[in-house]
């Protein structure tokens, strides 16, 4: 299909053959979507501008060519977007309805511990007491303390992955997915093109935003710690939302209101889905956040619901990344940490030197049946 594009003070108007309107394309979209490679990752697709820290975009100098849209910034940088992209976008934003988007406000869960320092954790539960089969008092208190926290610290000494299995077998079955089953996690790309298989600081983020139903639970059994940093980072995005239902219910509404789709990409492979950052279930209570900014897909939005929502994205990766409300959780090889990913953003310090966790997804209907069965709610 052919498009026309016209610049304007905005960003610029894209007209498709069809449609009666354009599809608005704002500077600030342009710059967070850069195709270069140093905007994105030539192999993932992995976004590696800093959307964060974009601010107001000024307006740039525009060239297009058959394939792409350059565009020169006011500091000598250069954005680039291919014509493939634009249209796409476009053609999705012409064809929805913005005005049957309904407003929505998530109730909060009143049964859970809302952590947002590092001294409200759950206490530690001893990994062989909890593998125990003739004893279900070790894995009654971890389910209870997982639940109610939205992760948990188990530690241990046996560096076996057969340990890996019995824990997920404790607690349901592992899930399956293009990563396998128990995976294992260490700087080495060649498996999986994403940035958890290397050794760089990972922003806190969820798993699985390009999933329609992404995994609950996440687990790692640490089988050799890195002697300097790789810290996994832990962040209640339940006591985000609370916090922004008090303090911004503007930035609330909106986070729980915007589609937000991820993307996941390599040879043969292209998943996508999306969901708010803050999903309410069918009766209206908060069930899941969703953050990935690193696999967060291209999408439009009307210019005004994208100021909106774009103030409110950055203020929730503002909250994210603040220190103080981040837990940092040192394993020794045989521990393991298994979190919420439904509700705990994860992330990990950078480390220097070898360091091997296996992992492996868990369902969050599993935990929730053990909860019912075991400690009957
Ligand atoms: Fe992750």
């Avoid at 930035?251 to 990409?265: D, E, H, K, Q």
């Avoid at 994208?306 to 503002?318: I, K």
């Amino acid at each position: 299909m052919t498009f026309s594009i016209t610049v304007t003070g905005n960003g610029l108007d894209l007209h498709l053959p069809g449609f009666d309107q354009s599809a608005p394309i704002s500077w600030h979209w342009l710059r967070d979507h850069d195709e270069s490679e140093a905007g994105q990752d030539p192999d993932t697709k992995q976004r590696r501008v800093d959307t964060f820290s974009l601010g107001d975009v000024e307006p740039g100098t525009v060239t297009v060519d058959d394939g792409w849209v350059t565009v020169t910034w006011p500091d000598a940088t250069v954005a680039m977007c291919s014509r493939q992209l634009l249209e796409s976008v476009a053609e999705e934003f012409l064809a929805t309805d913005w005005s049957a988007r309904p407003e929505l406000k998530p109730i909060l869960p009143t049964d859970i511990v809302l952590w947002s320092d590092p001294t409200t954790r759950p206490d530690e539960i001893d990994l062989g007491a909890f593998l125990d089969p003739a004893s279900d008092e070790a894995l009654t208190l971890g389910v209870d303390l997982l639940s109610r926290y939205g992760y948990l610290v188990l530690r241990g000494d046996v560096l076996d992955r057969g340990t890996a299995e019995a824990f997920a077998r404790r607690l349901g079955y592992i899930r399956h997915t293009i990563f396998g089953g128990l995976w294992d996690l260490a700087p080495d790309l060649s498996e999986h093109a994403d940035t958890a298989y290397t050794s760089v600081h990972l922003a806190p983020h969820t798993d699985g935003t390009y999933s329609h139903d992404a995994p609950g639970l996440q687990f790692f059994l640490c089988l050799a710690a890195a002697p300097e940093g790789g810290e996994s980072l832990l962040v209640d995005g339940f006591a985000i939302a609370a916090e922004l239902e008090t303090a911004e219910p503007e930035t609330f509404v909106t986070l729980a209101s915007v589609p937000v789709p991820g993307r996941y990409i390599e040879p043969g492979v292209h998943l996508r889905a999306e969901r708010p950052v803050f999903r309410s279930n069918a009766r209206g209570v908060l069930d899941q956040v969703s953050f990935n900014n690193y696999d967060r897909a291209p999408f439009l939005l009307p210019p005004e619901q994208e100021l909106r929502f774009h103030r409110a994205y950055r203020r929730f990766a503002e909250l994210a990344a603040a220190p103080a409300r981040r837990v940092a959780v040192g394993l020794t090889p045989g521990d393991i940490l298994i979190f919420d990913n439904w509700r705990s953003l994860h992330g990990r310090n950078a480390f220097v030197g070898p360091r091997h966790y296996v992992g492996a997804y868990l369902n969050h209907e599993d935990l929730e049946s053990k909860r019912r069965v075991l400690l009957g709610s």
